[in-house]
């Protein structure tokens, strides 16, 4: 049976937030899936969805919801057929879908560091004792101060546009962006440098773009199929098994990085106290088919040593 594909008179409705990165990433969407099947931009409509994390950026996520915050207008718009897919940033996305929701396309990831940005300081190592510096990530912000208990590290939500405002007008010496993001925007030179994973280890998922679809909309998911990047997936299991063994969510400092070596996958992982006193990390290496079972290890691993309370605020 011949597929049928979005026209300009029907098209396949995309969904995504409103800010500049999230558009670029549904941009990209469009832009793959048009190649993928020869049809132009107008087969496709872009349809911006604003979330309650986007309405409300004068609070920490922590208080507020936390990471489903960015996700659940725009799935409730295709649970209900307002839109066909929604293109997501993966380190945004709870490891549970909707029921009726699936999400196993991903697109090529990008670099997966974060950015070091600062109008006077080259890197975070040569911030001056006690300088003040802006994250709204609690993974960054125990990372921090684990690294570097004497800094002063403030609240900055936002995105990358009004981080970069606060910055200018003086809230902070400098903050932490994404570099995928920025490479994204085509603003890579924000960075003053891009802080290596030895030194910060990136979120689960950093850099990596996620189209969730209906569970029973086969038209979409065998377009989806054409533009899924095989090893992004591979990657994602593993962190994503990581995050979900932990009960990963934005009130949990966690890091996790997977890399593949041939046949191999690499996996590292780290836990911290939210106030940044205590690091714990460990790293399994085993077949790339065995990745989520690697995250699933390694998540037991450090949860047994972190113990009781170890996430407490």
């Given amino acids: ?80 057929g307002d839109i066909d897919i929604a293109v997501h940033s993966m380190k945004d996305m709870p490891v ?27 890197r975070l190592a040569d911030l001056a004792q006690g300088a003040t510096v802006g994250t709204s990530s609690l993974r960054r912000r125990a990372q921090l101060l684990n690294y570097r208990p004497d800094l002063n590290v403030v609240e900055f939500r936002g995105n990358v546009q009004t981080r970069l405002k606060k910055l200018a007008d003086g809230v902070a010496e400098a903050t932490f962006l994404a570099m995928a993001g920025l490479n994204r925007l085509g603003m890579s030179e924000v960075a003053k440098s891009a802080i290596e994973v030895e030194e910060m280890l990136p979120a689960v998922a950093q ?34 098994a990581f995050l979900a063994g932990l009960d990963g969510s934005c009130e949990t400092p966690i890091g996790g990085l997977a890399t593949l070596d041939g046949g191999t996958l690499h996996l ?42 170890f996430f407490d605020h």
């Fill in 1 to 80: 049976m011949t597929m049928m594909l979005p026209t300009p008179a029907s098209p396949l409705k995309i969904g995504t937030r409103g800010s500049p990165l999230a558009l670029a990433q549904a941009n990209e969407t469009r832009d793959r899936l048009a190649a993928a099947f020869d049809l132009p931009h107008e087969a496709f409509q872009i349809v911006v969805i604003k979330t309650t994390g986007d309405k409300i950026i004068d609070r920490p996520l922590k208080e507020i919801g936390g990471k489903g915050l960015f996700t659940k207008e725009i799935e409730e718009a295709m649970l209900s």
């Fill in 96 to 122: 549970e879908q909707p029921g009726g929701l699936v999400l196993d396309c991903y697109l090529p990831r990008e670099d997966v560091r974060d950015a070091f940005v600062s109008a006077n300081v080259a």
């Fill in 207 to 240: 850099g990596a773009i996620g189209i969730e679809r209906r569970g029973d909309d086969a038209r979409v998911a065998k377009m989806l199929d054409a533009i899924h990047h095989t090893e992004t997936g591979q990657r994602l299991a593993a962190e994503r």
């Fill in 268 to 309: 590292k992982g780290e836990i911290l106290r939210p106030d940044g006193s205590e690091r714990l990390a460990d790293a399994l290496s085993g077949p790339i088919e065995d990745g989520a079972k690697l995250g699933a290890d390694l998540a037991a691993t450090l949860r047994a040593r972190a113990g009781e309370g």
